[in-house]
């Protein structure tokens, strides 16, 4: 069996273990050890893949397998991954196994609750080792039905509201996703569709790339928050339970970005070229509106949601700089952010569980009641305005110098507007930090709150040690990136 198959067999069993588990220690047990071994998996994945590069194999992608599903349309299980699906299956690990801790006290209904995490996560992970298009485009499927049940039966607040919102913006995006991908198969008149076979074809007309891309970029684009196709993410993230927002937040949203890149910029290089301008206006205005937004809410989950609209519009903005320095901030960017946002989301969760608000406005002095979540809060907080030393600088810091290196008007502008973000963020970043965790606490019920919990640590000092391992330790990381980033950026070069 291949090796990459195992991110997909570990869930299937996961999935068969929970439905045969009897009792909350079962239940747990599954989950533990199943996330436990995707995360080794992933590691392990990671050294092979790094031992394959160092010996001197240059293929583009590695421990690649085929299967014929169906002949009719040359469908296979075609898997393989490079640099990019190697961090970002390192990246979906560690957020599922965090997630499993941040939800070891959930109820009711634990069992189905982590039955459709797990469909979730092996929807996420088919998708980054899959290199078919047809293969990718039902794993990604895969990933987003599962969200309207567990924010609709497990959410909070508008929790109907916000999953009907969300299943019914992301599937019309799925939609434009469909009819984009058979455009390229059909076009390229292509007899398989292995995206590596068709970009080596190279022979979709012009004409029909300005079809194509469009379509393709605004599918995946929808689940990067692209503007104004956003308005779907705050809501969502607001009522998804703890380890959905996450996840969601984590690594859903980072589909858009590596489907933006891996597949529309690609496959149709011609038209990115051409037509890159009208989707940087928008991503430009996702940067800086979604900065602004999360400036004026009121509500933790609303002002870390509208910060993911900004800093996933950061991704497709560098990704449309059509070179290798800003797409490997992109690909920096989707790994820090994963991180950041997932820390976030854990810390608000437990928050809210202690004070049963998530009311900026009837929060104040939880440092002196809860110090290490509070710590923890601040160093997220110092992460995301983009602190020297943790994830956020160095891949900020690499998709604004990437972007600069376009020498032209347009494109600087637009970067020096991108780059206002990075204030805007300082702003709301340190506000809230200085309103919620500092001062007198004047509610005398929150007097009596505790600190994080055994499982609440291990999900919280899991992701501080990656988000501060990638902010000290980057280089080998965005070296892996680089060079796998290159074979798609040579074709985007006019």
């Given at each position: 069996?291949?090796?990459?198959?195992?991110f997909?067999?570990?869930?299937?069993?996961?999935?068969?273990?929970?439905?045969?588990?009897?009792?909350?220690?079962?239940?747990r047990?599954?989950?533990?050890?199943?996330?436990?071994?995707?995360?080794?998996?992933?590691?392990?994945l990671?050294?092979?893949?790094?031992?394959?590069?160092?010996?001197?194999?240059?293929?583009?992608?590695?421990f690649?397998?085929d299967?014929?599903?169906?002949?009719?349309?040359?469908?296979?299980?075609?898997?393989?991954?490079?640099?990019?699906?190697?961090?970002?299956?390192?990246?979906?690990?560690?957020?599922?196994?965090?997630?499993?801790?941040?939800?070891?006290?959930?109820?009711?209904?634990?069992?189905?609750?982590?039955?459709?995490?797990?469909?979730?996560?092996?929807?996420?992970?088919?998708?980054?080792?899959?290199?078919?298009?047809?293969?990718?485009?039902?794993?990604?499927?895969?990933?987003?039905?599962?969200?309207?049940?567990?924010?609709?039966?497990?959410?909070?607040?508008?929790?109907?509201?916000a999953?009907?919102?969300?299943?019914?913006?992301?599937?019309?995006?799925?939609?434009?996703?469909?009819?984009?991908?058979?455009?390229?198969?059909?076009?390229?008149?292509?007899?398989?569709?292995?995206?590596?076979?068709?970009?080596?074809?190279?022979?979709?007309?012009?004409?029909?790339?300005?079809?194509?891309?469009?379509?393709?970029?605004?599918?995946?684009?929808?689940?990067?928050?692209?503007?104004?196709?956003?308005?779907?993410?705050?809501?969502?993230?607001a009522?998804?339970?703890?380890?959905?927002?996450?996840?969601?937040?984590?690594?859903?949203?980072k589909?858009?970005?590596?489907?933006?890149?891996?597949?529309?910029?690609y496959?149709?290089?011609?038209?990115?070229?051409?037509?890159?301008?009208?989707?940087?206006?928008?991503?430009?205005i996702?940067?800086?509106?979604?900065?602004?937004?999360?400036?004026?809410?009121?509500?933790?989950?609303?002002?870390?949601?509208?910060?993911?609209?900004?800093?996933?519009?950061?991704?497709?903005?560098?990704?449309?700089?059509?070179?290798?320095?800003?797409?490997?901030?992109?690909?920096?960017?989707?790994?820090?952010?994963?991180?950041?946002?997932?820390l976030?989301f854990?810390?608000?969760?437990?928050i809210?569980?202690?004070?049963?608000t998530?009311?900026?406005?009837?929060?104040?002095?939880?440092?002196?009641?809860?110090?290490?979540?509070?710590?923890?809060?601040?160093?997220?907080?110092?992460a995301?305005?983009?602190?020297?030393?943790?994830?956020?600088?160095?891949?900020?810091?690499?998709?604004?110098?990437?972007?600069?290196?376009?020498?032209?008007?347009?494109?600087?502008?637009?970067?020096?507007i991108?780059?206002?973000?990075?204030?805007?963020?300082?702003?709301?970043?340190?506000?809230?930090?200085?309103?919620?965790l500092?001062?007198?606490?004047?509610?005398?019920?929150?007097?009596?709150?505790?600190?994080?919990?055994?499982?609440e640590?291990?999900?919280?000092?899991?992701?501080?040690?990656?988000?501060?391992?990638?902010?000290?330790?980057?280089?080998?990381?965005?070296?892996?990136?680089?060079?796998?980033?290159?074979?798609?950026?040579?074709?985007?070069?006019?």
């Amino acid at each position: 069996m291949n090796f990459l198959s195992i991110f997909v067999l570990i869930p299937l069993l996961m999935l068969a273990g929970l439905w045969a588990a009897r009792g909350i220690k079962a239940i747990r047990g599954v989950m533990v050890t199943g996330a436990s071994a995707l995360l080794i998996a992933s590691v392990v994945l990671t050294f092979m893949y790094l031992g394959e590069r160092s010996a001197g194999n240059t293929a583009e992608m590695l421990f690649r397998a085929d299967t014929l599903w169906y002949a009719p349309l040359h469908i296979s299980y075609s898997v393989g991954v490079d640099g990019i699906s190697v961090a970002m299956l390192l990246l979906s690990a560690v957020i599922v196994f965090t997630g499993t801790f941040a939800s070891w006290r959930l109820q009711p209904l634990t069992k189905e609750y982590f039955l459709w995490f797990t469909l979730l996560s092996m929807g996420v992970f088919g998708f980054f080792i899959s290199i078919d298009l047809f293969t990718m485009f039902m794993f990604y499927e895969i990933a987003l039905i599962p969200m309207y049940l567990l924010i609709g039966v497990w959410g909070s607040g508008r929790k109907e509201y916000a999953a009907m919102k969300l299943t019914l913006m992301l599937m019309g995006g799925s939609a434009f996703l469909l009819i984009g991908i058979l455009g390229i198969y059909f076009g390229s008149g292509a007899t398989t569709m292995n995206l590596l076979e068709i970009a080596q074809l190279h022979n979709i007309p012009f004409a029909q790339q300005c079809i194509w891309f469009p379509l393709t970029f605004l599918g995946f684009g929808v689940l990067g928050a692209l503007f104004p196709f956003h308005t779907w993410s705050p809501d969502g993230h607001a009522s998804a339970p703890t380890a959905v927002s996450m996840l969601h937040a984590g690594v859903l949203m980072k589909l858009g970005g590596y489907g933006c890149f891996r597949i529309a910029m690609y496959l149709m290089p011609e038209a990115a070229n051409e037509l890159s301008w009208i989707f940087l206006i928008l991503t430009g205005i996702s940067v800086v509106y979604g900065a602004f937004s999360a400036c004026v809410q009121t509500d933790l989950k609303y002002i870390n949601a509208y910060s993911s609209v900004s800093h996933c519009g950061l991704v497709l903005f560098a990704i449309l700089m059509l070179n290798q320095t800003a797409a490997t901030g992109a690909i920096l960017q989707m790994l820090s952010h994963g991180l950041m946002t997932a820390l976030f989301f854990a810390l608000i969760g437990m928050i809210y569980g202690r004070t049963h608000t998530r009311d900026v406005r009837e929060l104040t002095g939880l440092m002196k009641v809860m110090p290490f979540l509070s710590v923890c809060y601040v160093i997220a907080g110092l992460a995301n305005l983009g602190l020297p030393g943790l994830s956020g600088f160095i891949a900020e810091m690499t998709i604004f110098v990437g972007s600069f290196q376009n020498n032209d008007v347009f494109h600087r502008t637009l970067t020096i507007i991108a780059c206002s973000s990075i204030v805007i963020t300082a702003v709301y970043i340190l506000r809230l930090i200085g309103k919620i965790l500092y001062g007198t606490c004047t509610n005398k019920h929150h007097l009596a709150l505790t600190d994080a919990t055994w499982d609440e640590r291990v999900a919280v000092i899991c992701l501080i040690v990656c988000v501060a391992g990638l902010g000290m330790a980057p280089f080998w990381v965005s070296h892996m990136i680089g060079e796998s980033v290159l074979p798609v950026v040579s074709q985007l070069i006019p």
